[in-house]
C-alpha cells in the first residue's frame, strides 16, 4: 500500500524544500521557442535526388532497392498528368492484375538477376515495395516482386542480406523467428513463385492466398505451405493463440472478387440473399501448427459484418454516400486491414464502409462488437490502437493512393485519419488530422499506414502519405491531433503523376523504418524538440521487442526509470500543470535517484504534491500524467 504523504507538504513549499536537498542541481531551463515547419511546397522532383523537407526528424539511412528490384521505366510510368481527371475507383495497393512484368529469375532468389523475362509490357507496381515486419535484428521488408531482408544490427546502417523473388501482389508481411508469412493477390501468382504469370481463368498454377516461407537458411529460403483463399489475400493479421505458443492464427483480408470453383473448390461469389454460401462478407482464418508450418489451414471464415439482431449476412453499409454532399462510401463486403491488440482481446478493422471493433478473446471466432460509419470516410483502410486501447486511428484511402488528395482545395477531412474512441466498448468519432494542403497535382498523397510511438502519456503516431510523406501527430486529445514532426520528398518527375513515396512508417526499437514505394527503404530518428523532448524520445527508445508485426499490436509497459519520470515531468511542465518551482523541485528529486541519491522524504513529499495536484487538475491527460509519475516516484521509495 503507497502511504499517503499529501499532507507533509505545501505545494507552495515543495520547490524550496526539494532544492534545497538538491544544491548541485541547476534549475531546468526555459522551453525554447517553438522552431515554425517548413513548407512542404515546391519541392524539386526526383527519383533518388528529390528535394526534402524535414522538422524535428533525423533521417540516418537510405538504401536504394536491392538489385533485380527496381526498373527504371516500371517507376516512372506517367499515371496523369495535372489537370486530368483521377480514378477513384482505382487503388495503389489494389492495382490492376495481369499487368506486371518479372525482371527477376525466380529460379535464383538470392541474387534476383536482371533477366529479362517475356511480357506484353511493365504494369504499375511491379516493383513496388510495400509492408514490413520485424525479428530479432532482421528487418524484413514486403513487395509486389517478393521480399527482402536486411541485418538491422546497427539501424542506421542496415545491410541486405536476402532477395526472395516471388511475384503476385503487394506481398504483405508478417514474421514469427523463421517463418514469413507472405501474401498474394494477383492472378499472376504462382504456386511456385515463377515469372510466367498463369494463363486462363482457371488454372492449378496459380496461388492466392497466404504463403509460409523458411528463411532460418539464409542461402536457401524455402516455402513450405501456401494457403489458398478465395479471393486471395490482400493484406493479412498474425494473431498469437491466447495459451499455446506453438500455435498462431492469421486473418486473411482478400479484396479480390472469389475465385471459380474450377479452380478452388467451394469459391462462388454473388450477395448472401441469393447465395448463402459466397466467399464475400467473411474474413478467412488460418490455423499454422509452428512447428509444423506445412499443415497450415484454414479452419473458419466467420460472418463478423453479420447483423446480429435479424441474421442478415450483409449487415454493414451498402455504399454509397451516407448524406448530401459526402464521400461515396465503399460497401462493407470485406475487410482491408484488421489490427489485432491480443493483450487487450480486441481487433480494430478498417472494412470497406465502416469501422468495426472485434471481440478476440477467441481468435477462431471473433464476433463485431461496434461499428461505424461516417460521411467524410471513402474507403477505411486501416487501424491503430491507442496504447490503453481507449481510442483507434481509422485512416481514409480516398482515391485509392493513385490521386492527389493533399492539395490547398482538398478537403481536410477526405483522405484523413479518423479518430474514434471506445467508450463502454462502442467506437464514438471525435477528431480529423490531415496533413496541410502543400502537395501538387502530380503527387500521389492520402492517409496510410503508421503505428505507434512509445512516449509514455502521449498517444504519438508515425505514418505514411505516400509522396506526401511521412508525419508524427499527438493525437492525446482526441478531438485536437496536431503534428509535432515530419519528412517530404519531391515527385519522382516533373510533368506527370507517378506513383511513389512512403507505403508505410513504422517505430521499432527506437528507429522509424519508412519502405518508399520505388527508392528503397529509409530509416529516421527523432529530434528533440519543444514538441517532443530528449527525456521523451529516451524514454520511448527504451522500448524494444524482438519481434514485432505491423498489425499485431504490442502492449507496452515503461519500466522504473528516471528518464520516464522525467518524460511524464516534461509534459507536466509543457501543459503548465505545475507551478514552476514545485517543476524545479521535482526534477530535483528525479536527478537524484538518476544519480543514485534517493532521499525517502524527499520523495514522499513530491508523491503527495502530485497527487494533490491530479486531484485539482480538470485534464484527463494530465491527471493521468501526474498520477503516473506520482506512482513510479512511490515505488522508487
Not at 463485431?368 to 471513402?378: E, T
Request: glycine share 10%.
Amino acid at each position: 500500500m503507497t502511504p499517503n504523504f499529501r499532507s507533509m507538504v505545501s505545494l507552495a513549499a515543495l520547490g524550496a524544500a526539494l532544492a534545497a536537498c538538491s544544491p548541485a542541481t541547476e534549475e531546468a531551463a526555459e522551453p525554447a521557442t517553438a522552431v515554425a515547419p517548413p513548407s512542404r511546397a515546391d519541392l524539386a522532383p526526383g527519383l533518388f535526388d528529390a528535394g526534402t523537407a524535414i522538422w524535428n526528424l533525423e533521417l540516418t539511412a537510405s538504401m536504394r532497392p536491392p538489385e533485380g528490384f527496381f526498373d527504371y521505366d516500371t517507376a516512372m510510368i506517367p499515371l496523369g498528368v495535372p489537370g486530368e481527371a483521377d480514378d477513384d475507383d482505382e487503388d495503389a495497393d489494389e492495382v490492376p492484375q495481369d499487368e506486371t512484368v518479372e525482371t527477376a529469375d525466380a529460379d535464383d532468389a538470392d541474387t534476383a538477376d536482371e533477366a529479362e523475362a517475356e511480357s506484353s509490357g511493365p504494369g504499375l507496381l511491379s516493383f513496388a515495395n510495400s509492408d514490413l515486419a520485424f525479428t530479432s535484428d532482421r528487418v524484413i521488408m514486403g513487395g509486389f516482386h517478393g521480399f527482402n531482408v536486411y541485418d538491422a544490427a546497427n539501424p542506421d546502417s542496415p545491410e541486405h542480406i536476402l532477395s526472395v523473388v516471388c511475384p503476385g501482389g503487394q506481398g504483405d508481411v508478417s514474421v514469427h523467428g523463421n517463418l514469413v508469412f507472405f501474401s498474394t493477390e494477383q492472378n499472376r501468382g504462382r504456386l511456385d513463385c515463377g515469372n510466367g504469370g498463369v494463363e486462363g481463368d482457371s488454372s492449378p498454377e496459380r496461388f492466392l492466398g497466404v504463403r509460409i516461407f523458411d528463411i532460418s537458411d539464409l542461402n536457401a529460403p524455402r516455402q513450405v505451405a501456401a494457403v489458398q483463399t478465395c479471393r486471395g489475400s490482400h493484406t493479412h493479421t498474425l494473431v498469437p493463440h491466447p495459451t499455446d505458443d506453438r500455435t498462431a492464427y492469421i486473418y486473411v483480408q482478400g479484396t479480390n472478387s472469389p475465385r471459380p470453383d474450377s479452380e478452388l473448390a467451394g469459391c462462388s461469389g454473388g450477395e448472401p440473399d441469393e447465395n448463402p454460401e459466397t466467399a464475400l462478407y467473411s474474413i478467412d482464418i488460418i490455423e499454422v501448427p509452428l512447428d509444423a508450418p506445412e499443415q497450415a489451414a484454414i479452419i473458419n471464415r466467420p460472418r463478423i459484418f453479420t447483423d446480429y439482431e435479424t441474421g442478415e449476412i450483409a449487415g454493414l453499409w451498402a455504399g454509397g454516400a451516407l448524406e448530401d454532399g459526402a464521400q461515396t462510401s465503399s460497401s462493407t463486403v470485406a475487410c482491408h486491414d484488421i489490427t489485432v491488440y491480443p493483450e487487450m482481446g480486441l481487433a480494430g478493422g478498417a472494412c470497406g464502409g465502416n469501422g468495426i471493433l472485434l471481440d478476440i478473446t477467441d481468435p477462431v471466432n471473433p464476433r463485431r462488437i461496434s461499428d461505424l460509419a461516417d460521411p467524410n470516410m471513402a474507403y477505411w483502410h486501416s487501424a491503430t490502437f491507442s496504447n490503453d486501447a481507449s481510442k483507434i486511428i481509422f485512416t481514409d484511402e480516398w482515391g485509392g493512393g493513385l490521386g492527389a488528395r493533399c492539395q490547398p482545395d482538398d478537403p481536410q477531412d477526405w483522405g484523413a485519419d479518423l479518430i474514434a474512441d471506445i467508450v463502454d466498448g462502442e467506437l464514438q468519432r471525435r477528431g480529423f488530422f490531415k496533413i496541410p494542403g502543400e502537395q501538387s497535382a502530380i503527387e500521389n498523397c492520402v492517409a496510410h499506414n503508421g503505428n505507434i510511438i512509445p512516449v509514455p502519456g502521449r498517444d504519438i503516431m508515425v505514418q505514411a502519405w505516400y509522396s506526401g510523406g511521412l508525419s508524427i501527430i499527438d493525437f492525446t486529445d482526441s478531438n485536437n491531433p496536431y503534428e509535432i514532426a515530419f519528412f517530404d520528398r519531391g515527385p519522382l518527375g516533373p510533368d506527370a503523376l507517378r506513383v511513389g513515396g512512403y507505403w508505410a512508417t513504422y517505430w521499432h526499437n527506437g528507429r522509424i523504418w519508412a519502405p518508399e514505394i520505388a527508392r528503397g527503404l529509409d530509416v529516421f530518428r527523432l529530434q528533440a524538440s519543444p514538441m517532443l523532448t530528449a527525456s521523451e524520445i529516451a524514454a520511448a527508445e527504451l522500448i524494444h521487442f524482438d519481434e514485432a508485426n505491423t498489425q499485431t499490436q504490442l502492449h507496452v509497459t515503461w519500466p522504473d526509470e528516471p528518464v520516464v519520470a522525467m518524460a511524464y515531468l516534461d509534459q507536466i511542465e509543457r501543459a503548465e500543470a505545475l507551478d514552476p518551482a514545485t517543476i524545479t523541485g521535482v526534477r530535483a528529486a528525479i536527478e537524484a535517484w538518476s544519480s543514485g541519491q534517493v532521499d525517502g522524504d524527499v520523495l514522499a513529499a513530491a508523491v503527495g504534491t502530485l497527487g494533490d495536484a491530479a486531484d485539482a487538475s480538470g485534464s484527463a491527460a494530465d491527471v493521468h500524467r501526474l498520477t503516473e509519475l506520482g506512482a513510479m516516484l512511490a515505488r522508487i521509495q
